[in-house]
């Protein structure tokens, strides 16, 4: 089962964490004089520049049998693979929209919800719950 991310979906939730980063607002505006009008643009212009030139592909979570392989923390890198039957509840996160798996041996998968279709999403919310909470 693949859960695809969305360009779009990628492109506003790089515009939307770009605008509550407000030090960068704050240093366009005060530090260098620049509008506050034009720093909103400036910020919606680096989320355009990623959205068209990350690979929005590199974003796709794969769930095949017992193994997750997705996104990392950084843009650029490959995605990683990580086997569910070694994941500890303990290194198992959510935190700001943000899941993150790893397993015993360091591998990663870390990707924003809001990449994905809202029905995608409630899946992968079901499986990081049940991967925080196994039954006892």
């Known amino acids: 089962m693949t859960f ?3 360009r779009w979906r990628f492109f506003l939730t790089t515009t939307l964490s770009s605008l509550s980063i407000g030090i ?6 005060e530090w260098l ?12 212009i680096r989320a355009a520049f990623w959205a068209c030139t990350v690979d929005v592909r590199g974003f796709d979570v794969t769930v095949d049998g017992l193994v ?3 996104p990392t923390l950084i843009f650029t890198s490959n995605p990683a693979s990580v086997d569910l ?8 996160s959510e935190w ?14 870390m990707a924003h919800y809001r990449y994905y279709m809202p029905n995608d999403r409630v899946i992968l919310r079901g499986l990081v719950h049940k991967l925080r909470h196994p039954a006892r």
């Open 68 to 70: 997750l392989t997705g």
């Open 4 to 6: 695809s991310a969305s």
């Open 85 to 92: 039957s070694d994941v500890d509840p303990e290194f198992v």
């Open 33 to 44: 004089r620049i509008p506050y009008g034009w720093a909103v643009f400036v910020v919606v």
């Open 24 to 29: 960068i607002i704050f240093a366009l505006t």
């Open 96 to 109: 700001a929209g943000v899941f993150s798996i790893h397993d015993s041996t360091g591998s990663e998968v």
